[in-house]
């Protein structure tokens, strides 16, 4: 096959790739048709297609039943695809149409019309941005992290979830859990949260980067050499991860060998990268912490050839990672870090930096340094502070609403269906959940009592999930239509500190925790012993206390675990 120039490529396909038309014939064929927004939004249509249908028929089909429009430029009798749903691409990013072939996705060689729709067909469109080339193959974009199979249809490929950073699963999270296995990585402390696709786990800890079976926590590979708090960032079958030692790691998601490296902070002492990265418009997103005083910065590096495109002076983006939409970039700023009392002053607050050129947006201060990772929804940013402020700021830079009620917060906040969730608590002070309505109306409180809730909470389906940083960490879930009502605590053992934010996907909830292991909580079967760790919730006074019958013997006590 040969390549042609992009400029003339959407004449051909809309000449001759594009054309619809269905001819009646016996059915049905089952075709599944995947829409990738590039942003970690994945949705799936399993269809069921007439004889004779191709897979542009497939298409629209699938976009019907998933409440998609479809923006379509007619050339004559034939369509041109411009965009799916409201995701408003701009070149050099586009919709690519690809094809699942037995182990990977690969671009057409025909465009959708062209193909027929044949039982058991997979096509995808995925929301990407190509590498340079010579218009000869092979083609040089990125795949997608998705497969068709049951359990990597919604790969966990960030922090949050998504560029949004929503702190929302694609699906329901354990009702009645045990622990399904454990993993014991070794490692003194986890601060990062793992990420999830082909059937693999991916973790950083203070002490190297692994890989697990996700079936079974065995270990896959382990690298060493790549170590901190960052949490990973899938992309195209890499690994995107802040180091330790101040530098951008690129790792292959098979076998953990690094791939390149880029140092952003020069002077790292312990922390170095602390946040996630980000993956958009062919750019790699993240801040940097500067842990000797002076400023650290935030940094777009181009995907493909990994120079830096811009970068910007910020005082220190501490675990704070970027959410972004729209071209433009919201991050915390944690401000200057003073080594000698481990302190931070001004300016610290939200940030809002146009993702094309770095320029600044607007800046919204703030009484407190932000770690928290913003959340975007309703075309507004949500965002908690260590003093104890909870803020809705329109992303024109206008402050909606602020709370400043409770103690403060490091922890992100989680948005889903116009529910708004943040954990509240600091190493060393009471915790609490609390939900709010999105024009700021607080729903309900739930606290802890000397339990911080410093990991982030995580909203699956009518629940919501926490863990608290304390001796005795434990995890929690909620019914959010019922009012923050308890349904289960489980501890895991060993007892210990839990800072890593808890992450559901596939049905099961993943938290790693000081002690150095790595927990998947899953539903109990029919074939689970009874009684295996789970803490039933008892309710007083509309504030949830963890019962005491079932807890899990205590044999390590726990170290202290301050966060930033």
């Known amino acids: 096959?040969?390549?042609?120039?992009?400029?003339?490529?959407?004449?051909?396909?809309?000449?001759?790739?594009?054309?619809?038309?269905?001819?009646s014939g016996k059915g049905p064929l089952a075709v599944s048709v995947m829409v990738d927004f590039?942003?970690?939004?994945?949705?799936?249509?399993?269809?069921?297609?007439?004889?004779?249908?191709?897979?542009?028929?497939?298409?629209?089909?699938?976009?019907?039943?998933?409440?998609?429009?479809?923006?379509?430029?007619?050339?004559?009798?034939?369509?041109?695809?411009?965009?799916?749903?409201?995701?408003?691409?701009?070149?050099?990013?586009?919709?690519?149409?690809?094809?699942?072939?037995?182990?990977?996705?690969?671009?057409?060689?025909?465009?959708?019309?062209?193909?027929?729709?044949?039982?058991?067909?997979?096509?995808?469109?995925?929301?990407?941005?190509?590498?340079?080339?010579?218009?000869?193959?092979?083609?040089?974009?990125?795949?997608?992290?998705?497969?068709?199979?049951?359990?990597?249809?919604?790969?966990?490929?960030?922090?949050?979830?998504?560029?949004?950073?929503?702190?929302a699963a694609a699906g329901a999270g354990p009702v009645s859990p045990h622990v399904a296995w454990t993993y014991d990585t070794g490692a003194y402390e986890i601060t990062a949260t793992p990420a999830f696709a082909h059937g693999t786990v991916y973790l950083s800890m203070w002490t190297g980067f692994v890989a697990l079976d996700e079936g079974t926590g065995t270990l896959r590979w382990r690298n060493p050499d790549v170590a901190g708090a960052s949490s990973p960032a899938l992309y195209d079958g890499r690994i995107y991860v802040g180091g330790k030692d101040g530098r951008l790691h690129v790792l292959s998601e098979s076998d953990g060998t690094e791939l390149w490296n880029r140092s952003l902070q020069p002077d790292a002492q312990f922390s170095g990268i602390t946040a996630s990265p980000r993956i958009a418009y062919g750019r790699v997103y993240v801040g940097t912490f500067n842990e000797t005083g002076g400023d650290g910065s935030f940094v777009a590096l181009d995907l493909f050839t990994h120079d830096v495109v811009w970068s910007r002076p910020v005082s220190s983006v501490h675990l704070s990672s970027a959410a972004i939409a729209d071209h433009v970039v919201y991050v915390g700023l944690m401000g200057h870090f003073h080594p000698s009392n481990l302190t931070y002053s001004p300016p610290y607050g939200l940030l809002a930096l146009d993702a094309d050129s770095g320029a600044q947006r607007w800046f919204v201060a703030t009484n407190g340094s932000v770690a928290s990772s913003p959340a975007l929804a309703n075309d507004s940013v949500f965002f908690t502070t260590k003093a104890g402020e909870a803020f809705s700021v329109g992303i024109d830079g206008v402050v909606h609403w602020r709370h400043s009620e409770l103690v403060g917060s490091i922890a992100s906040p989680a948005v889903s269906d116009g529910t708004l969730a943040i954990g509240w608590g600091v190493f060393g002070t009471d915790g609490a959940v609390q939900t709010f309505s999105l024009a700021g109306d607080v729903r309900w409180t739930t606290s802890l009592i000397g339990t911080p809730v410093s990991a982030s909470p995580t909203i699956a389906g009518d629940r919501?999930?926490?863990?608290?940083?304390?001796?005795?960490?434990?995890?929690?879930?909620?019914?959010?239509?019922?009012l923050g009502s308890g349904e289960w605590a489980l501890q895991p053992g060993p007892p210990d500190y839990l800072l890593s934010s808890p992450v559901v996907h596939e049905g099961a909830l993943y938290i790693a925790s000081d002690n150095g292991r790595l927990y998947r909580l899953a539903d109990v079967s029919a074939s689970t012993p009874s009684g295996i760790g789970i803490v039933p919730l008892i309710i007083v006074g509309g504030l949830a206390a963890a019962g005491l019958a079932v807890l899990i013997s205590v044999w390590m006590l726990g170290r202290s675990r301050r966060g930033p």
């Open 1 to 23: 096959m040969r390549w042609i120039p992009t400029a003339v490529l959407a004449a051909i396909l809309a000449a001759s790739a594009f054309g619809s038309s269905v001819a």
């Open 38 to 167: 590039g942003t970690g939004r994945i949705v799936w249509a399993d269809l069921s297609m007439p004889a004779g249908a191709t897979l542009w028929n497939a298409t629209m089909e699938a976009a019907t039943g998933l409440g998609l429009d479809l923006n379509v430029t007619w050339y004559n009798a034939t369509p041109f695809l411009n965009d799916i749903g409201e995701a408003h691409p701009s070149w050099p990013d586009y919709w690519h149409f690809l094809i699942w072939n037995v182990s990977r996705w690969d671009f057409a060689d025909l465009g959708p019309a062209d193909l027929p729709a044949t039982n058991g067909a997979v096509c995808g469109w995925f929301l990407s941005r190509d590498a340079p080339w010579n218009f000869t193959e092979p083609w040089p974009g990125p795949r997608p992290e998705a497969t068709p199979d049951a359990s990597g249809r919604h790969p966990v490929e960030m922090f949050r979830y998504d560029l949004g950073g929503s702190g």
């Open 464 to 482: 919501v999930y926490a863990a608290t940083n304390d001796g005795n960490g434990t995890v929690y879930s909620w019914r959010l239509s019922a």
